[in-house]
Nanobody
Framework: QLQLVESGGGLVQAGGSLRLSCAAS????????MSWFRQAPGKEREFVAV????????NYADSVKGRFTISRNNAKNTVYLQMSSLKPEDTAVYYC?????WGQGTQVTVSS
């Protein structure tokens, strides 16, 4: 089993920044590509960003490209999502994900 625990969510004004963290435990973190997803009220869960096992390759949803940055620290078993220039439409619960594993989510609310 791989346990994923997100943190760092909160309330921020439009244009602001937040950094989310996802701490992994239970298995060898560096063996997994890691992703962030989000789910807004009344909407389906959607892909946000992914990073490969070494951290050398990343990919983003068009809606966040240029504003969000995914990174990881394999020594700390943690993946991050730096979010900048936040918009009200970024409001959602953000989830860390790999293989069959999901974290519990962290709420991000962006006020206009």
């Amino acid at each position: 089993q791989l346990q994923l625990v997100e943190s760092g969510g909160g309330l921020v004004q439009a244009g602001g920044s937040l950094r989310l963290s996802c701490a992994a435990s239970g298995r060898t973190f560096s063996r997994y590509a890691m992703s962030w997803f989000r789910q807004a009220p009344g909407k389906e869960r959607e892909f946000v960003a992914v990073i490969n096992r070494s951290g050398s390759t990343t990919n983003y949803a068009d809606s966040v490209k240029g504003r969000f940055t995914i990174s990881r620290n394999n020594a700390k078993n943690t993946v991050y999502l730096q979010m900048s220039s936040l918009k009200p439409e970024d409001t959602a619960v953000y989830y860390c994900h790999t293989d069959d594993y999901w974290g519990q989510g962290t709420q991000v609310t962006v006020s206009s």
